[in-house]
Each structure stands twice: as C-alpha cells, then as structure tokens.
C-alpha cells in the first residue's frame, strides 16, 4: 500500500518559515516525481512546487518563487518544502503527491496523494 503523509504545518507569523515534509511508502520512491499542492478554503486546489524523480528539476509556482525551496532525499524516501518569508496568502491546506515519472502541476496526472498538513499565516 502506498503511503503519503505530509508533516510540518502550523501557526506562524506573517514573515516567518515552515519547513513541510513528506514521507513515503510502499513505492519505489526515485520513479516518482513529487508535487507539492495546496488549498484554501473556497478556493480550487492549486500546484505549489514538483520536483522531479532524481531532484534534477524542480517547479515553483509565481507565487512562491524567491520564499519556498522543494528538495528530496532518496534515501530516505522524503520531500521537504522549505518555506520561508511566509504571508498570510499562503494558508492552506498543503497536500504532497507522487506521479510516475514526469515532472507536472496537472492534479489528475497524480496517482498517490497524502492527507494534508495545515499552514496557517497571521498578519
């Protein structure tokens, strides 16, 4: 059975830094790309980063560039999401996900995805 569970989420000040983790199971973890995506409430679920299966390449959305760095350990079956300089437009609910292969923000290409972890930015 393959598992995500994502990790990391909570209250933090306008300004300030999470560090967002996925830990994977029951796949062969260097086959898959991982996206990082993230809802709010009312709002669809959107990508926030993908990095590929090796962490040659790596998506960021616009809206995150310059704040959040995604990164991954093979070893040990793990994706972290560093973000940094936090706003209050970053609350959500992020989700991590695994597609086979291909680096894409395409939510249906994804076949894997973990429970949610929730970030929650105060002004």
């Known amino acids: 059975e393959v598992q995500l569970q994502a990790s990391g989420g909570g209250l933090v000040q306008a300004g300030g830094s999470l560090r967002l983790s996925c830990a994977a199971s029951?796949?062969?973890?260097?086959?898959?790309?991982i996206g990082w995506f993230r809802q709010a409430p009312g709002k669809e679920r959107e990508a926030v980063s993908c990095?590929?299966?090796?962490?040659?390449?790596?998506y960021l959305a616009d809206s995150v560039k310059g704040r959040f760095t995604a990164s991954r350990d093979n070893a040990k079956n793990a994706v972290n999401l560093q973000m940094n300089n936090l706003k209050p437009e970053d609350t959500a609910v992020y989700y991590c996900?695994?597609?086979?292969?291909?680096?894409?923000?395409?939510?249906?290409?994804?076949?894997?995805w973990g429970q949610g972890t929730l970030v929650t930015v105060s002004s």
């Open positions: 029951g796949l062969t973890f260097d086959d898959y790309a």
């Open positions: 996900a695994a597609v086979y292969a291909v680096l894409t923000v395409v939510t249906g290409d994804y076949s894997y």
């Open positions: 990095i590929s299966s090796r962490g040659h390449s790596t």
